[in-house]
Structure formats: C-alpha cells, structure tokens
C-alpha cells in the first residue's frame, strides 16, 4: 500500500509563491525507485500533467505552461516530494496531485502513475 499525503496548498494572490510538499508512505512498494510527478485539475476540467522527476532526481519533465515558473524536487531521505511555484497566476488555480509512477522515468502521462494522494487546493487571486 502506498500513501501520498499534500500539503501547502492556500489561497494566494498572482505573482506570489507557493511550495507545494508530499509525504508518501509505503507498506510494500517503495517510491524511492520510482518516477514521481505532479498533476492538476481545475472545476470542470480534467486531470493534466505539471512536473515529474525520475527516480534519482536527475530528470524532470515539465508542462510548457509551467517551465520556468514551477521547480519539482524530491528527498528520497525524507520520502518527500516539492513543487516551488512562482509567478502565480489565476490560471495555476486547482487541485495539485501528487503521484507515484509505474516507471523509474519522468513520465508525463496521467496513465503512467499508479499511486495518487487526495490533492491541496490552491486558489490565486487576480
């Protein structure tokens, strides 16, 4: 079993920032060799790619609307997984998942993650 918890969602206004963190814990499958990413849905809107990371870190993926802005991380010492997002804007408006791949890559299709946590809602204010 695998469980993938967010945090630092919030309301905040466009151009601010905001670091997005997520815990996983595991009885069984380790996330340490494997891909992780973040994914978004706003209201009425499905589920699309933001970031992923590879296994080690030393490969990211990132959605054009994000690179630059968006930095994903990961301390495989502390199970954890980072989104620093800057320059907000009201377009960046959803509910952030955190993911846990089938692969050791930087996938970025929403059919390559297996484990999902339950999302951070983060609103901008324009």
């Known amino acids: 079993q695998v469980q993938l918890v967010e945090s630092g969602g919030g309301l905040v206004q466009a151009g601010d920032s905001l670091r997005l963190s997520c815990v996983y814990v595991?009885?069984?499958?380790?996330?340490?060799?494997?891909?992780m990413g973040w994914f978004r849905q706003a209201p009425g809107q499905e589920r699309s790619f933001v970031a992923a990371?590879?296994?080690?870190?030393?490969?990211?993926n990132y959605a054009d609307s994000v690179k630059g802005r968006f930095t994903i991380s990961r301390d495989i010492n502390k199970n954890s997984l980072y989104l620093q997002m800057n320059r907000l804007t009201p377009e960046d408006a959803a509910a952030y998942y955190c993911?846990?791949?089938?692969?050791?890559?930087?996938?970025?299709?929403?059919?390559?993650?297996?484990?999902w946590g339950q999302g951070t809602q983060v609103t901008v204010s324009s």
């Open positions: 595991t009885s069984g499958r380790t996330l340490r060799l494997y891909g």
């Open positions: 993911a846990g791949s089938r692969g050791a890559g930087a996938d970025n299709r929403t059919a390559g993650f297996v484990s």
């Open positions: 990371i590879n296994w080690n870190g030393t490969t990211t």
